[in-house]
């Protein structure tokens, strides 16, 4: 079966194509389905964004489309961040510039105040209407200083002390397991199993 993925994000994209390998989906990008994807997150939560777009998508593809909304939650910055993380700052500045922004602003934070946490909402959406929901979190806390050279977002800065390590610094299937997306899809993959029947 094919599935829109409602995101231009290349890595998360490759996120969700690891996490349902094995499965008989062909997991498309909007540019593959043949439509240019834009759509304004005025939601409030994670699920209303997730739901806004995986909507938008369903229907210029005319096929089932996932999306995510997700975002971290900074215990010291209550409500800066969350669903706003990936406009944090302003829409002018890319990862790199958000992670140096929450670094500035988490300067005299003391380690012990430092938690957060990356929660993730996924929507799936089918034509004629239906949708569902998959949600997923993860613990840790915020760096003083970027690790890591992979993922993506604010995974250099987040710590998790289980892993003694960064996300940025997990092999690929070990993020894929325990990240906030992470879990989420392992629930979209088990629900997405159980309606086929025998493995999608």
């Known amino acids: 079966m094919k599935i829109v993925l409602a995101s231009g994000n290349p890595g998360k994209a ?3 194509r690891a996490a349902l390998e094995g499965m008989n989906v062909e997991l498309l990008l909007p540019d ?13 939560t ?3 964004n997730a739901l806004i777009k995986a909507r938008a998508a369903c229907e210029a593809s005319g096929l089932p489309a996932l999306a995510d909304d997700s975002g971290v939650e900074v215990d010291a910055l209550p409500g800066e961040l969350g669903v706003r993380s990936a406009r944090f700052g302003g829409e002018g500045l890319n990862d790199s510039g958000r992670n140096a922004l929450l670094l500035e602003r988490m300067r005299d934070v003391p380690e012990a ?23 997923g979190a993860l613990r840790g806390r915020i760096l ?19 892993q003694n390590g ?16 992470g879990i989420a899809l392992a629930e979209f993959r088990a629900w997405l199993a159980r309606e086929a029947g025998d493995g999608a």
């Open 144 to 162: 003083r200083a970027p690790r890591g050279e992979g993922g993506f977002g604010y995974d250099p800065l987040m710590y998790l002390p289980e």
């Open 46 to 48: 994670y699920a209303e």
């Open 166 to 181: 960064a996300v940025s610094e997990l092999p690929i299937d070990l993020k894929n397991r325990i990240s906030h997306r």
């Open 113 to 135: 105040e430092r938690g957060a946490r990356y929660v993730c909402v996924l929507a799936y959406v089918k034509p004629g209407g239906w949708f569902g929901f998959f949600e």
């Open 32 to 44: 593959e389905a043949g439509f240019r994807f834009e759509v304004e997150e005025t939601g409030s």
């Open 14 to 16: 490759r996120e969700v």
